[in-house]
């Protein structure tokens, strides 16, 4: 399969075989066009060149209804759900016309039982965890009882417990024979999960392994060419001031689907990091907007930086006090899509860095800085000029979080640091993140990944329900405690009190 975009060449002759009842794993780094070649699968993108054989016959797959008629299945890492809907509704329109919706409520009850994906069909959309909305999205995809199921970083978004229930559903599908590919930057999981692997780098295959003979170290050597180095992440130093204080935080719901967050309260001092993990939709983009400065508190001094309240103080008056915020959402939020690197880097930088001089923009200077972080955070692009949209998901993000960390802020706040970067990529994000920790920068990681609080967090936390829980030192904790605190438990303490009760 060969697919070429305006100077890039995403697929270049790629080859891959996936057979009944196995799960393959699909490998990349950001980049590496792992979404290219799904999507030509699925119907979404047409090839230049090459062909698809389904089950000996040669196919060309030219929409994802066709692909869906053939038994090609696709759950997407972000979920195309109505949130006013129920249960019923939104997979009633996933649906194909021809489908009998009177015999779908029980249909959809039985492939429930049978695979451990319990649904209250009845349910609006709006009040389900994350993991339970990625049900429907299964439920909807085995409902049309397909041959191949692509899943696109499925565990991106669930606690370690709910990944636990999805790897016993896709393990019985594959007994059935099912094929499912799989894309994942998470090596540990493809380890415990998967049978082979096809691993890309620059849009070609360098490697197709059994993966029980390899290790995630030469996994990751595999997709980047050369072998990730040690790294010691661990805290230099004993923190210092504190120099983010939350106190009682309280923040009204926006509307019906948004979390009210109630009584935050934690400390963040200079030198160490903060993890703050949740599954989504549990408060963290109300928890990132409140502390950034986009939704302002009534009590001014619910939050306070280096000891002074700014409650009721904006995004640019908080970055002159020495904060710096990253958001969940990269095209949007974090970026202006049709804005160059250039200009997205002068949007949060110019007060900081004096970008403006008179009035003026100086442009030289904010091309050097759109340099520096492209150079040091091996952002993949057609030069500091390139439009944000045109970047890889996994770029963009390398991109926004090295523009916030080569500012040398004095407090940041990032939310999801990592989300669809590869493992070389994550690693350098980690580093810089410990970096300035040691440096003197109090950091707030807010993360749906365990593991990657679990490795460079000195104290960690749980949100649910827009609540936190108590904090910790992550030495004195395991995964699993965090992960039953991100479900509604608010301290150790209460979880051995049910497990004595057990």
Not at 92 to 112: N, W, Y
Not at 348 to 362: D, H, K, N, P, W
């Amino acid at each position: 399969m060969t697919k070429s975009f305006p100077g890039v060449l995403a697929n270049d002759h790629v080859n891959l075989s996936i057979a009944s009842g196995e799960i393959h794993a699909l490998l990349g780094e950001n980049g590496a066009g792992k979404s290219t070649l799904v999507k030509m699968i699925y119907g979404i993108l047409r090839p230049d060149q090459g062909q698809i054989k389904w089950k000996g016959n040669t196919v060309e797959i030219t929409n994802p209804a066709f692909a869906r008629s053939l038994g090609v299945a696709m759950v997407f890492q972000h979920f195309s759900l109505f949130d006013s809907l129920t249960v019923f509704e939104n997979i009633v329109l996933g649906m194909d016309a021809s489908t009998d919706t009177s015999k779908l409520r029980s249909e959809i009850e039985d492939i429930s039982t049978r695979y451990g994906l319990p649904l209250d069909a009845n349910r609006h959309v709006y009040t389900l965890s994350v993991g339970e909305r990625q049900r429907i999205e299964i439920i909807r995809c085995l409902l049309q009882h397909p041959s191949l199921l692509v899943m696109d970083e499925p565990t991106s978004v669930l606690t370690p417990q709910e990944v636990e229930k999805l790897f016993e559903t896709l393990n019985r599908l594959a007994d059935e024979g099912m094929a499912i590919l799989y894309i994942s930057h998470k090596l540990d999981e493809i380890k415990a999960l998967c049978h082979h692997a096809t691993i890309l780098r620059g849009g070609k295959v360098v490697d197709s392994v059994q993966v029980e003979t390899e290790t995630p170290s030469s996994l990751a050597a595999k997709m980047m060419g050369e072998s990730l180095a040690t790294s010691n992440l661990g805290q230099q130093g004993e923190p210092g001031e504190i120099r983010l204080q939350v106190s009682g935080l309280g923040v009204l719901a926006m509307d019906e689907f948004s979390i009210p967050l109630k009584n935050i309260t934690f400390e963040v001092r200079s030198g160490e990091i903060l993890g703050v993990a949740g599954v989504a939709g549990n408060g963290q983009d109300e928890l990132l907007k409140a502390l950034s400065g986009e939704t302002l508190t009534a009590d001014l001094s619910a939050i306070q930086i280096d000891g002074k309240p700014c409650g009721g103080k904006g995004p640019n008056a908080r970055r002159m006090l020495g904060m710096s915020t990253i958001p969940e959402e990269r095209l949007g939020h974090g970026a202006v899509p049709g804005m160059s690197l250039v200009d997205n880097g002068l949007l949060t930088a110019f007060q900081r860095l004096e970008f403006l001089t008179g009035g003026f923009i100086v442009r030289g200077a904010s091309e050097l800085f759109a340099q520096e972080v492209v150079h040091r955070f091996n952002v993949k692009s057609h030069g500091i000029e390139a439009v944000a949209s045109s970047l890889s998901g996994g770029n963009l993000q390398k991109f926004i979080v090295g523009r916030e960390i080569c500012q040398k802020p004095e407090l940041l706040v990032v939310s999801q640091p990592t989300w669809g970067v590869d493992a070389g990529a994550a690693q350098t994000i980690h580093e810089a993140l410990r970096q300035l920790a040691s440096e003197g920068t109090a950091v707030v990681v807010i993360s749906q990944d365990l593991d990657e609080l679990m490795k460079i967090s000195d104290r960690i936390a749980a949100i649910c329900a827009g609540e936190l829980s108590q904090t910790y030192s992550a030495a004195d904790v395991t995964i699993e405690q965090i992960g039953l605190m991100m479900a509604g438990a608010h301290s150790v303490g209460e979880i051995t009190e049910k497990v004595n009760a057990i």
